[in-house]
């Protein structure tokens, strides 16, 4: 078996990658694009962390592996489920290549909690927007906990950012990623796997929250402050590059890749529900929305946010529930938004499927070709388009009604927020131009990502659907059901290997719930 080594690089912009090869700040990426190939790499719609990731390993769309988001509405409910590895429909990398007899290192690929046990071992991604950091949980097997307990993900609150924030988080993003690379050689070279997976979020944490240092353009440019932040994090990922290359087998194919890409947010802020409510689609009830969650957020130290997420997490979706849902009217509402920053998106209320569904299932076809056509022509809003138009498959009907794709106003994305009443865009006050998770970041993903070959390619573009293809034709796997299409000149063999679609899911047990309600419920977590 042939192996395989794949870096994964969260938001790498194609634009600052490509700038800063030619500078010659990059020169590991740069010796793999002169050596092998580098294209742009087309992500899913919308380019968000779990459904892209989720797409890089399967080479399938989310429509057939059934992840779209960090949760899911349950059919029939008002409620939210927090999606795990288990609720993920198609087989992964790592699949093919136990099905094949080889092992796997999987080292913080998003959407991978709980591991699986995989031939070889697993350290999960994140599992939560508020995870900081892994437990002996997110490890298989766990006896192999101590040799990576200093792993991170940000390790930091990233919601209220004020002053000395920035000046904070940069050395601490500098430093996880040393941490990671460390961890991730030593394994590579102690335990030889066949293929191995390191994703590093550092590159889009930083574009997340430094843009507007960086982009003197910027509609929130600020002046005094790290303007090469964002360049730091990407030439300490370039070093880590060459460290893993170093070693790893020298027969090691190479991959590098990005989920996203990235762009600067402008200065306008758009609140679809409230369009909505504008245009007659959905009403308000007195109240509005629930506190909890910003709440408990605010009084949770970031250390223990994620762990209290895994123990409660029927209590957190009720609260993230609340937040979402809390202040609608469903008797006077036909559509409605989760208005989620990163994934904006429509749902339809819909008699039969939705408590209180107002809109007949015979209508439903017209209703979301007028409310697309309706979005369309606002300028905040470049295109909506029904789910069926996105995504393919048997789980496309838990993906929202429709989705929309944000328009830019001179290059800057718009930002989506929560409001109950007031107006549908407004620009954003001063002391908002910091941002922060559920504030409107100052960085925002964009469609296209970048991927890395050490092999030659004859193609100029490619899809977050190809990557898998590519490296079982590389590895000399067999590749299970798949859409995209290989990379290289040779083909994976095919195979019929596939997750049943009755695969069991395993959603939070009720007694993940018990020992700290008390302290969550002082916190404010619950109504």
Known sequence: MQPFLLIGLDGAEPALVERWMDAGALPNLAALRASGCYVPCDSTVPPATFPAWTTCVTGVNPGRHGIFDFTEIPPGSRELRFVNSTFRRAPALWDAVAAAGGRSGILGVPATYPPEPTPGFMVSGFDSPVTTRPDASFVHPRSLYPRVRAWRFADFQESRIGPGWHAMALPRLLDAIDRKT??????????????????????????????????????????????????????????????????????????????????????????????????????????????????????????????????????????????????????????????????????????GRDPDGQVDPADYDRVCADLCAELTAWPPIDRALHRDEAYTGPYVDAAPDILLIPALEDGYAHSFLRARGGPAFRRIAPSEMLGGKERGMNGVHRPTGVLFLSEPSPVGRATLCDVAPTILAAMGVPAPPIEGTSLLDVAPVASDDALPEDAPRAPYAPNEERIIEDRLRALGYFE
């Open 182 to 351: 460390a961890i991730a050689c030593d394994l590579l070279r102690s335990e030889r796997p066949d293929f191995f997976m390191v994703v590093f979020g550092e590159s889009d944490t930083v574009a997340h929250h430094f843009w507007l240092f960086h982009d003197p353009a910027s509609p929130r440019h600020v002046p005094d402050g790290p303007a090469h932040a964002i360049r730091d994090v990407y030439m300490r990922l370039d070093a880590a590059v060459g460290r893993l290359i170093e070693a790893a087998d020298d027969r090691c194919v190479v991959g590098v890749v990005s989920d996203h890409g990235f762009g600067g947010a402008g200065a306008g802020v758009v609140h679809l529900n409230n369009r909505l409510a504008e245009t007659g689609w959905l009403g308000f009830q007195p109240g509005g929305r629930s506190l909890a969650k910003s709440l408990a957020l605010r009084l949770t130290p970031p250390g223990l946010r994620g762990a209290l997420f895994r123990r409660f997490r029927r209590q957190a979706a009720r609260a993230e529930a609340q937040s979402r849902f809390g202040g609608i009217d469903w008797a006077r509402t036909r559509a409605w938004s989760e208005e989620l920053p990163y994934f904006p998106s429509i749902r339809i209320n819909l008699r």
